[in-house]
């Protein structure tokens, strides 16, 4: 069955850190996607990347950066210099097609950041 | 704007009492689920929809019911509420299913 462990409950780190949130899935299939929501304080709900299960490229979007690695079944996010805005809870979420034809989603549990100044 | 719009944004309700929560978007997206958030769990998924009158279970389907006549519109339906539903709920969509959702802000159900 599909599992997504984000094992760290909650992280403080001070401003200009690096910090790293992990992700660690479990699937049976192949073709799969693997994704990283923020849900800053305000509640909402806020998509930052997506990476099917062929593209281990890792990505870099300004100070965030992904690192997927099958080997490991891991989909790490890496927060560079962080800021205070970067306050929230990350959430890892796994995508795999259903036995129905369609696709399921299970998230993590969620990883509650607190960058303070 | 591009949204997925939830309604009510809050309920206090007692057990037995039927309810329907809303979801309505204005993406034209095919796909539409719904998740509860609790402490500690994260988002479990409820229900979801590939399209117009095709819907699944999702882990967590159990005292929940919805529809898709529309395909801009995804209710649940809570026939008859339990405090075990007490939650934070949220409506999303996507262009397909293994797409990056949008979700709503969010329905806070408590039923006692």
């Known amino acids: 069955a599909q599992k997504v462990t984000q094992a760290q409950t909650e992280i403080s780190v001070v401003e200009k850190e690096d910090v790293t949130l992990d992700c660690v899935y479990e699937?049976?299939?192949?073709?799969?996607?693997l994704f990283w929501y923020k849900q800053p304080p305000s509640g909402e709900l806020v998509f930052l990347i997506r990476r099917n299960s062929f593209d281990e490229q890792n990505e870099i979007s300004g100070r965030y950066s992904w690192n997927f690695q099958k080997s490991t079944s891991s989909f790490n996010f890496t927060i560079t210099a962080s800021q205070v805005v970067d306050s929230a809870v990350y959430f890892c979420a796994l995508s795999e097609g259903a036995n129905t034809g369609g696709f399921k989603t299970i998230f993590g549990a969620g990883t509650r950041l607190f960058v303070k100044a | 704007e591009a949204q997925v719009t939830q309604n009510p944004r809050y309920l206090i309700t007692v057990t037995g009492k039927k309810l329907t929560v809303t979801c309505s978007q204005n993406m034209n997206h095919e796909y539409m689920s719904w998740y509860r958030q609790d402490p500690g769990l994260g988002l479990r998924q409820i229900y979801y929809s590939m399209n117009v009158e095709v819907t699944d279970k999702g882990d967590v389907p159990e005292g929940y019911k919805v529809s898709r006549k529309e395909k801009r519109n995804f209710p649940l339906i809570l026939e008859s509420p339990s405090p075990n539903q007490t939650s934070l709920y949220f409506c999303?969509?996507?262009?397909?299913?293994?797409?990056?959702?949008?979700f709503g802000d969010g329905t806070r159900l408590s039923i006692l």
């Open positions: 699937t049976r299939d192949t073709t799969y996607y």
């Open positions: 999303a969509s996507s262009l397909g299913g293994p797409q990056p959702q949008h």
